[in-house]
């Protein structure tokens, strides 16, 4: 099970990649592999700490959708290695379609990462936004979150969105939590107020339907707030009500909902990563002379882009990783030639000279043999002529 949704701390900056670690931790006990933390550098350090459990996520809260510096700040984030954008906060404050949004947007299709939204109300601009941006992929969250009734999204609302726009995700995370006050925050699962599920933990029949039909759009997440809420007793008692619902629905519904979905969103943000870093290394091999293998590794380059084009994700990291690692293990070419710059005239010429092959050598062997037989030959008949002058002398 994977938790889509994790504040280290939205009232305070007590925490540090230290924390998020240990919280992992607990988060094994019970029965998590892996956590999307949302927050600054610190989510970062911990990722690269541990780099399959914990997915960093740049926090734009506030009214950072709004505030122009945001749109440099997020792509430095994901230069240095963020994976996810969000929580992204939009209404009630911030239209979905304000400029500095739109911008963010932009650099969510050029780095190919989600962003997680909070978008409670006025859902007719967030369509608008969906529209103009079909390779963005927008992680719905807080739908019905809004402070009346109107805000409310049915399920035939919510598959009408799903059905209409495939680039869009809806998050779980948050419905079943509720806030009493600014700093308390209860889990409201399998009471009354629980929207997924009656009170004895059978799910209502809308849900089930919604879950079933698209299980490939949904993820889940616990919108943990407080850092007092990260304890094993506090993580049970919403991964086992969660484990009881998805249990309730077919195996492979229940598994795209608990993590596979998740799973195939980072496959596509890592994948152009993973490329770039093949890419790199055949670079840095070519600079070293080092190009024995690596017309295989630029082949599977294409190949890893091509399975991105074809959303094969998966595919494209392996083969971005074997022709890295091809890059890494070419070697230089063997020289059996030398050329000797030669100056003639005003020009230059290579003058090539070759190592003699085995037949060469032998060849060469036999004209030296001879050319010594024909030289005894000569010296002794030019003996033998002086001896016989000088008898008839």
């Known amino acids: 099970m994977t938790d889509a949704h994790a504040h280290p701390s939205v009232y305070s900056s007590e925490w540090s990649s230290d924390w998020m670690v240990r919280t992992l931790e607990v988060y094994r006990q019970a029965g998590i592999s892996r956590v999307i933390f949302f927050d600054g550098d610190e989510v970062l350090k911990a990722h690269r700490l541990k780099p399959n459990e914990i997915v960093p996520s740049l926090s734009l809260a506030g009214d950072a959708m709004n505030q122009a510096s945001s749109i440099d700040y997020a792509e430095s984030a994901l230069k240095r290695g963020f994976l996810w954008l969000g929580e992204a906060i939009l209404r009630p404050n911030v239209p979905a379609d304000s400029p500095v949004a739109l911008r963010i947007y932009d650099l969510c299709v050029k780095y190919q990462v989600p962003i997680t939204i909070h978008h409670d ?90 879950f079933e039909k698209y ?36 195996q492979e519904s229940a598994e795209k909902i608990a993590y596979r979905n998740v799973e195939y969103l980072l496959a596509r943000s890592r994948a152009p990563i993973r490329i770039a870093d093949a890419e790199a290394a055949i670079q840095k091999a070519e600079r070293e002379g080092r190009t024995v293998g690596l017309s295989q590794a630029k082949a599977l380059i294409q190949q890893a882009k091509d399975a991105v084009a074809a959303g094969d994700y998966d595919k494209a990291i392996l083969l971005a990783d074997q022709a890295k690692e091809l890059a890494s293990k070419a070697t230089a070419p063997q020289l059996t030639t030398s050329t000797i710059p030669t100056r003639m005239t005003s020009e230059t010429t290579v003058v090539t000279t070759s190592r003699p092959s085995a037949p060469t050598d032998t060849f060469t062997a036999y004209v030296i043999i001879g050319l010594t037989i024909i030289l005894v030959a000569v010296f002794l008949v030019t003996r033998h002529w002086n001896k016989t002058r000088r008898q008839s002398a």
């Open 215 to 250: 299980s490939s759009r949904i993820i889940n997440g616990f919108d943990l707030c407080f850092q007092s809420l990260y304890t094993l007793e506090s993580l049970k008692l919403r991964a086992d009500y969660w484990r009881n619902l998805l249990g309730q629905i077919s």
């Open 121 to 210: 109300s006025a859902y007719g601009e967030l369509e608008r936004v969906l529209e103009r941006y079909p390779k963005c992929v927008f992680i719905f969250h807080a739908w019905g979150r809004g402070a009346s009734r109107d805000t409310y999204l049915s399920t035939k609302e919510l598959e009408r969105l799903i059905a209409t726009y495939p680039n869009l995700y809806v998050e779980l995370g948050g419905q079943l939590e509720n806030w009493p006050s600014p700093t308390q925050q209860v889990f409201i699962g399998g009471t009354v107020y629980d929207q997924f599920a009656y009170p004895d933990g059978s799910m209502k029949a809308e849900w089930r339907l919604l």
